[in-house]
């Protein structure tokens, strides 16, 4: 199993950015996905998760109206669009599978909002 980050960067109040998570070794089209963060000094929170079609998401309440997540099940790749970005959501953006169980992580990507 292996999730591949990109996308992170540095942006001001209120920007955008969009993270993709590329998934390979398993059958990515049948498996929920998740993006966690973990922001300076606080513990690894959940952000976001999309059910294995795409049919279903949910959110935390802090990105509730400002983060979409989607997946193309045709490239493995799930995406977090992520708008109107705070300071607080400064944080390594990673995505997350479970499978039979056990749960897999991708490296990372650092995103910082400051002015």
């Known amino acids: 199993v292996q999730l591949v980050e990109s996308g992170g960067g540095s942006v001001q109040p209120g920007g955008s950015l969009r993270l993709s998570c590329a998934a390979s070794?398993?059958?990515?089209?049948?498996?929920?996905m998740r993006w966690y963060r973990q922001g300076p000094g606080k513990e690894r929170e959940l952000v976001a998760f999309?059910?294995?079609?795409?049919?279903?998401?949910n959110y935390a309440d802090s990105v509730k109206g400002r983060f979409t997540i989607s997946r193309d099940n045709a490239k493995s790749t799930v995406y977090l669009q992520m708008n109107s970005l705070k300071p607080e959501d400064t944080a390594v953006y990673y995505c997350?599978?479970?499978?039979?169980?056990?749960?897999?992580w991708g490296q990372g990507t650092q995103v910082t909002v400051s002015s």
């Open positions: 997350n599978v479970v499978l039979r169980s056990s749960n897999y």
């Open positions: 070794g398993f059958t990515f089209r049948s498996y929920n």
């Open positions: 999309i059910t294995f079609a795409g049919s279903n998401t």
